[in-house]
C-alpha cells in the first residue's frame, strides 16, 4: 500500500509536471515522423540544386528503412529524455527538502527510489507503445505490414535500453549534490558504455546490443543477444540497489 501511495504520487507529479506530455509528444512526433523521412527523403533531395543527381543515386526507399528510422529516433530521443527527465529526481528533492517531509510519513527510502523509477518507466512504456503504434500504421500505409511480434519486440527492447538509463541517471541523482553534477555524471556513464561497446567482443554484453539486436529481428535475422539483455536487467537492479543503499545513508 506504501508503494501505490508512493507511486501515485510520482505518477500525479509526471502528469501535473507536464512531464508524461513532453515525452509522449517527443517520442510520438518521431514514430509519426520516421515512415513519413524514409519515403519522401528522395523527393526532398529533388528540391535541392542538382538533386535530380543525387536522387538517383538513392535507392528506392523500403520498409526497412523506415524501421532504422525509428530505431533511431526513439533510441537516441528516449536516452536524451531519460537523462534530462531523472537527473534532478531525487537531487531537487533534496535540495527542496520535499524528500525529507516524504520520508516523515514513514515512507521507506528504497520505496521511494523505486517509485520514482516505477513512475518514470510507465511514462516510457506509455509513450513508446504510443509511438510504436503510429509508426506502425503509418508503415502500413506506405510500404506494406511489418511483423506484429518482432515489432512488439523490438520496441520491448528500446523500452529495456531506455531504462537501463533511467537507472543510471536516478543513481547519480542520488550521489550528486545538484541537478547539473547528476546530468554530467549520466553523461560521462553513457560515454563510458558507448567506449566500451566500440570494443570488439564487449559490444555484445551491453545495453547498445538491444537496439542491434531489435533491428536484427526485423530483417528476419535470428541471432538472439540474451547475454546483453541479461546485463541491461543486471545493471537496472545493480544501480537501483546502490542508489537504496546510498540513500539510505545520506542526511536529508
Known amino acids: 500500500m506504501i508503494f501505490l501511495a508512493a507511486l501515485r504520487k510520482e505518477w500525479l507529479e509526471q502528469w501535473r509536471t507536464y512531464r ?5 509528444v517527443v517520442l510520438i512526433v ?7 523521412i524514409a519515403k519522401y527523403t528522395p523527393e526532398i533531395i529533388k528540391l ?21 528510422q525509428y530505431i533511431k529516433n526513439i533510441s537516441q530521443f528516449g536516452v536524451i529524455l531519460a537523462l ?3 537527473m534532478g529526481a531525487v537531487v531537487q528533492e533534496k535540495d527542496k527538502s520535499t524528500a525529507a517531509v516524504m520520508l516523515v510519513k514513514p515512507l521507506p527510502r ?11 518507466a510507465l511514462v516510457f512504456a506509455l509513450a513508446i507503445a504510443i509511438a510504436g503504434a503510429a ?3 503509418y508503415t502500413w500505409l506506405l510500404f506494406g505490414a511489418l511483423n506484429v511480434s518482432h515489432w512488439l519486440a523490438l520496441n520491448g527492447l ?33 560515454f563510458i558504455l558507448g567506449l566500451i561497446g566500440s570494443i570488439p567482443g564487449l559490444g555484445e554484453y551491453l545495453p547498445g546490443q538491444l537496439i542491434a539486436w531489435g533491428g536484427e529481428l526485423m530483417t528476419g535475422e535470428a541471432k538472439a543477444f540474451w547475454p546483453a539483455l541479461g546485463v541491461s536487467v543486471g545493471m537496472i537492479v545493480v544501480a537501483l540497489m546502490g542508489a537504496g543503499l546510498i540513500f539510505e545513508r545520506q542526511e536529508l
Request: aromatic share 10%; glycine share 6%; charged share 5%.
Open 20 to 24: 508524461l506530455l513532453m515525452v509522449g
Open 135 to 137: 509508426c506502425y500504421y
Open 84 to 86: 534530462l527527465l531523472t
Open 158 to 190: 528500446m523500452l529495456v535500453f531506455v531504462l537501463v538509463y533511467i537507472a543510471l541517471t536516478l543513481f547519480c541523482s542520488v550521489i550528486a549534490k545538484s541537478q547539473a553534477t547528476a546530468g554530467g555524471l549520466a553523461l560521462c556513464l553513457l
Open 30 to 36: 518521431f514514430g509519426l515522423l520516421s515512415p513519413l
Open 110 to 120: 528504497v520505496t521511494f527510489l523505486v517509485a520514482k523509477f516505477t513512475a518514470l
Open 48 to 68: 535541392i540544386p542538382n538533386g535530380e543527381t543525387i536522387a538517383q543515386l538513392v535507392p528506392p526507399p523500403t520498409m526497412m528503412d523506415a524501421v532504422a
